[in-house]
């Protein structure tokens, strides 16, 4: 059974302790569909940056398909478990605080999968600050989003009133769908989202 001494979640020490004892409740084990699907249409490959990356799978559909991709978590434990889990691609994950972190390069994309999500709502305004700072116009956040009323969490779920208000002095969504092939923490209240940043 595991047991864990830190129960705030803004703190890496929280994700250290439950990556050192294998408690990942919200890992897909793999890739998602509608984010296969959103490479594999893609007219070019995409310069990409995955906060708080976890496990990191995603990694690997992107490095396969030729997309410069960087993996963030500011967890020492998270970083170690990707590298292991990516083997030959550990090169894509690096230890980052993702409020600090600056891309090497120009950013096409940020990947979003439970992110938003693992820390409170509080922190949801400058989530989506950093997000705007990150991307420049036309650049894309695309990902899954976690709707729910709860306030307790991880996962902290968000109204889709309140992403909406937050995102779109920035960001203009230009695709919508349910998910089909959710984990059962997520099953019925995650949709698939792509937003493009405004100019500005
Ligand atoms: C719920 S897990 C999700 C992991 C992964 N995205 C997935 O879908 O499996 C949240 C991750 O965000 C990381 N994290 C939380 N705050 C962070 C921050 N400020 N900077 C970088 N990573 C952070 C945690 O260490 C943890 O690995």
């Known amino acids: 059974m595991a047991e864990f001494k830190h129960r705030d979640s803004t703190g890496s020490a929280f ?8 408690f990942m409740p919200w890992d897909r084990a793999g890739i998602p569909a509608a984010l296969k699907q959103f490479v594999a ?14 496990l990191g799978h995603e990694v690997a559909l992107l490095a396969a398909a030729g997309w410069d991709v960087t993996a963030i978590d500011f967890s020492p434990a998270a970083v170690a478990a990707a590298r292991q889990n990516l ?16 891309p090497p ?3 096409d994309l ?19 600050a950093r997000w705007a700072a ?6 894309l956040l695309a990902g899954y989003f976690f709707f729910d009323k709860t306030r307790s969490g991880p996962p902290f779920g968000i109204e889709p009133e309140r992403l909406k208000g937050l995102l779109e002095p920035n960001f203009e969504c ?3 769908s349910e998910v089909g092939d959710s984990i059962a923490v997520f099953a019925g209240r995650e949709r698939w989202q792509v937003w493009r940043r405004l100019p500005g």
Do not use: K, N
């Open 110 to 128: 940020i990947y979003e999968r439970a992110f938003l999500c693992a820390l409170p709502p509080a922190m949801h305004e400058a989530i989506v």
């Open 174 to 176: 230009i695709e919508d």
């Open 105 to 107: 390069r120009a950013l």
């Open 41 to 54: 249409q893609a007219p070019t490959p995409l310069t990409t940056l995955i906060p708080g990356c976890g």
């Open 87 to 102: 083997g030959p691609l550990a090169e894509h994950v690096v230890e980052a605080d993702f409020f600090a972190f600056q």
């Open 134 to 139: 990150l991307l420049p116009a036309g650049a």
């Open 15 to 22: 994700w250290d302790e439950r990556f050192a004892q294998s």
